[in-house]
């Protein structure tokens, strides 16, 4: 039977009791992006290590697509797979309590414009009542990297602006994935879609690996510019966590040990500090990203870790930062 990822360390939970809303995670039933299965059972296991998780949020990640129909509507598949697993967990948070994936990030592809609409109404009708929007992935970078998009420049195309707008209009969010070098082109495509909520993933990813290895001041420098500049955009909210390769260099998924509370701290804390100064607590939500970063410290210590960055807030900007902003900006419930 899966357990999820197996407890990493020995930390006492920090703030047992704060409501966390995970805003960022994923399942799958294969090996996924990491080798191995993260089914329900796997993030409940997660989820139930002592930290107050009450809700989640699925965001997507090329699961369990449909094998067979329109290829523009076989992403349905997935949300179809996750709506089963949420009505799952709904069912025993009712019984035996524990955290509920309360909403459904799905994919759609935005540069069909307008005509995206037939797949956000597929994906609605899939969801049970869980569809909160859409992550279509604009990572691209002209060097040899992990890059998601087909090409660059994705966001100033006119059919994908369409596609986001669409969003809007259906009361649908935008999540945005992309490298600290796109947050220019980020900035333009918020101003462009005054009226979508957009949710920039990973701290707008600041990257230390490939060419910029070497370059954390650099990195640092112009992340923190155009940072910024995008929190100036009043439709956008952040996702703070993706904390898998510090600007360091460290590669605490290779050295056999995973890293403490302390070592995230050590290593992100400025950067999820600046991130949170510049956006405000009530437009900053924390999230796991596991089970990718699974790879590099454990569910309990990466809630501590945040626990700890949050310290010198106070309680309404704690209920912010830990639920209250991703449920508004994913329509769900609040504790406010």
């Known amino acids: 039977m899966t357990t999820g990822t197996e407890p990493q360390g020995s930390e006492a939970v920090l703030e047992p009791d704060l409501p966390i809303c995970d805003a960022h995670h994923h399942l799958w039933e294969d090996r996924g992006h990491t080798g191995s299965a993260y089914p329900l059972e796997a993030l409940l296991a997660d989820t139930s290590r002592g930290h107050n998780v009450v809700r989640t949020v699925f965001v997507e990640c090329h699961t369990a697509y449909r094998t067979d129909g329109p290829e523009h509507l076989r992403p349905v598949g997935e949300t179809e797979y996750v709506a089963a697993a949420a009505q799952a967990s709904a069912e025993r948070a009712a019984t035996t309590g524990g955290s509920e994936i309360a909403g459904i990030v799905a994919h759609a592809d935005l540069t069909l414009g307008d005509a995206v609409e037939e797949v956000l109404v597929a994906h609605d009708t899939a969801g049970g009542g869980r569809f909160r929007g859409i992550r279509y992935t604009t990572a691209f970078d002209e060097h040899p990297m992990n890059n998601g998009a087909a090409r660059g420049g994705i966001m100033a195309e006119d059919d994908f602006r369409r596609g986001v707008r669409k969003l809007g209009e259906l009361g ?42 070497g370059r954390a001041d650099e990195v640092r420098t112009f992340w923190q510019t155009h940072m910024a500049e995008l929190a100036t955009c009043d439709n956008v909210v952040l996702k703070v966590g993706g904390l898998t390769r510090p600007l360091s260099g460290d590669r605490w998924d290779k050295r056999g040990t995973p890293a403490t509370s302390e070592e995230i701290v050590g290593a992100w804390g400025e950067e999820m500090r600046f991130a949170i100064d510049n956006f405000g607590p009530s437009r900053c939500m924390f999230e796991s990203n596991f089970p990718v970063d699974a790879s590099c410290f454990g569910y309990v210590e990466v809630w501590n870790a945040f626990k700890l960055v949050a310290a010198g807030h106070t309680a309404a900007e704690k209920r912010d930062l830990f639920h209250d902003t991703a449920a508004r900006a994913y329509r769900l419930p609040t504790f406010g």
């Open 172 to 213: 649908l969010s935008y999540d945005v994935f992309c490298f600290h070098p796109q947050l220019p082109e980020l900035v333009d495509l918020a101003r462009a879609c005054p009226d979508v909520t957009i949710v920039a993933n990973h701290l707008g990813v600041p990257i230390a690996g490939g060419p910029y290895r």
